[in-house]
Structure formats: structure tokens, C-alpha cells
């Protein structure tokens, strides 16, 4: 049992997912097929057969949620599913992705972002605020021993967390967003955002 | 029949590893395998099985490859890696242990206190 051998089953169930997915599908009805055809050949008939087959087999969604799961894949379903979030919310603010320089107009949030860096700890690590005039994002970095999908669902609950302390510093005109967090690739360094836009 | 009992948490690994060290299995073939070989006392549930195959494959226990069935259908085959061998010695072992140290304690009888 080797990191090599789960970075390399990790890979390959990444870059060839849809086959991943359909020798998947194919494995589960063999299964079930094999099933039917055993229980045929004990006189039973085929209908009764096939609905006792999928019945002994469970469901079939878990059993497959819980082989992705068992790839790594959950971690990164995950991900995209906060990505696809993230560009939505993106594209509905237009401005937001640059970094910004704190204009005159925004000067009584300096403040605001001294207090949002000072919940830096051994944790979470302050990296950047990026605003525009309807909207703003607060970034901060975690790290992690592991990539895991049960550290990603910490991380992922901690962003939730973080968005509810950082709106909480925010003043009355700003409608919280929620948090999201993604991981850099190949590392156990995760990000994790909160947003929030004007109301 | 005699009567059948559950897979206990966490030992299903363990008798996929050793229903494959017998031989390359299909999934079907590894439910029958352990079946046949705790004389129908084992009940597991079917679809369970094939996380526990994904999961000792992603961990290099296991290796798989397309074949064909004793039916002639398309069906994929795992066999046992080397690691999956040292692993399946090492568990084999400590389950041994564990179930002499329980065992002796449930045997334990007021006079040997």
C-alpha cells in the first residue's frame, strides 16, 4: 500500500472518469446479471430472479457513491461543485476577481480588513481581500497534513465557519454569501473564501 | 443450513484478500468464493462488496483487468499484487492474535481469577 499506488489510481480515475463511470456500471449489472442467472437456474422465475438479485445487491447508487469515495474522487467532486459556485458568483460580480487597491470610497473598510487579518492563527492564515462596489471576498489559506475527503469536508465545513465570522465583522449593508473552499492541486494547502455582497 | 452470521465490521478486506489470493475473481466470484469457503454462514451484502474492491485496488492491494466470464460476458477480474499479499500475512496474523486474546478471556472461568 503505497502513495504512489493511490496517486497513480487517483490520476487515472480523474483523467478517465467516464470510463471509470461506465466500467463501473458494467461491473454492477455483470454482478447482477450473474445473480439472475443463478437464481433462474434454482426454478425460480426470471422476473422474481431479477427483482430478488437487485434487492441481495442494495443500492446500487451508494455502492458506486462509496467507490468514488474510495478513489479520492469525492474530495474532487467536491471542488467543482464549490468552483462552479465560485464562477457563478463570479460572473454576477463583475470586478471582484482582481485584487484590490482599497479605494477612497472603500477607505472605511481598511478597518474592517485589519480586523479580518487578525483572525489569522496557527490555522488559518490571512491572504487577501478582493472587493468590488457591490461585492467582496475574503481569503484566507489553510494547510493540511493530508488530502483527504474527510479533511476536505473539515476544510469545507471550516469555510462555512469562517464566512459566518467574517460577515459577522461586517457592517448591516452587507448580505453574506456563504463560504467556499478549494485546494491547490498536488497540495494540502487549501483556500477557503468568504463572500458577501451588498444589499 | 447453518445459521448465518454478519461480515463483522472491518473484516471484509481481509476476506476479499483472501478469496483473490485463491485465485483471479470477478466480483460475483469473490461473493461465491466466500460464501463457499464459510459454507453459506456468511451473509454479506452483495453491492457492498465493490467499494471494498475499489478501495483495496486504489491502495495497490489489488490489480484488475477485463476478462471474460465463465458465461462468456465481459467481466473484470482482480487478482492479488505483491503488497496485497504482505498485507493479507499481516492481517491474517493479528486477527489471529486478537481472536486468541478474546478468546481466551471469554474462556475464562471465577476459579482462574
Do not use: C
Amino acid at each position: 500500500m503505497t502513495l504512489i499506488s493511490r496517486a497513480r489510481s487517483f490520476l487515472r480515475a480523474v483523467l478517465l472518469r467516464s470510463r471509470l463511470e461506465r466500467d463501473m456500471d458494467a461491473e454492477l449489472q455483470f454482478h447482477l446479471d450473474a445473480r439472475t442467472e443463478d437464481l433462474v437456474a434454482r426454478a425460480i422465475p426470471a422476473a422474481e430472479a431479477r427483482r430478488r438479485a437487485r434487492q441481495e445487491f442494495g443500492d446500487a447508487l451508494r455502492w458506486k457513491e462509496q467507490g468514488r469515495e474510495a478513489r479520492g474522487l469525492a474530495a474532487l467532486d467536491g471542488l467543482q461543485a464549490d468552483l462552479k459556485y465560485g464562477l457563478r458568483w463570479l460572473a454576477r460580480s463583475p470586478g471582484v476577481a482582481a485584487t484590490a487597491t482599497l479605494s477612497m470610497e472603500w477607505r472605511g473598510l481598511e478597518t474592517r480588513i485589519g480586523i479580518l487579518s487578525g483572525k489569522s492563527n496557527s490555522l488559518y492564515s490571512f491572504q487577501r481581500f478582493v472587493h468590488s462596489a457591490r461585492s467582496l471576498m475574503v481569503e484566507y489559506k489553510v494547510i493540511a497534513k493530508e488530502v483527504t475527503s474527510v479533511v476536505w469536508r473539515d476544510v469545507h465545513k471550516a469555510a462555512q465557519e469562517m464566512a459566518g465570522e467574517v460577515n459577522a465583522e461586517l457592517s448591516s449593508g452587507w448580505e453574506p454569501q456563504g463560504g467556499i473552499a478549494s485546494i491547490q492541486a498536488g497540495t494540502g494547502v487549501y483556500l477557503i473564501q468568504a463572500l458577501a455582497k451588498r444589499r | 443450513m447453518a445459521k448465518q452470521a454478519d461480515v463483522l465490521q472491518g473484516t471484509l478486506d481481509m476476506l476479499i484478500l483472501k478469496a483473490v489470493s485463491l485465485g483471479p475473481l470477478h466480483g460475483y466470484g469473490v461473493l461465491l468464493r466466500i460464501q463457499q469457503i464459510s459454507g453459506d454462514r456468511l451473509t454479506i451484502q452483495q453491492g457492498s462488496l465493490y467499494p471494498a474492491l475499489y478501495r483495496l485496488e486504489h491502495q495497490g492491494l489489488l490489480s484488475s483487468e477485463w476478462g471474460e466470464s465463465e458465461n462468456k460476458r465481459k467481466a473484470k477480474y482482480y487478482r492479488l499484487t505483491a503488497a496485497g499479499r504482505r498485507q493479507l500475512q499481516h492481517s491474517t496474523r493479528s486477527w489471529n492474535e486478537i481472536a486468541d486474546i478474546i478468546g481466551a478471556i471469554l474462556e475464562t472461568r471465577p476459579e482462574e481469577i
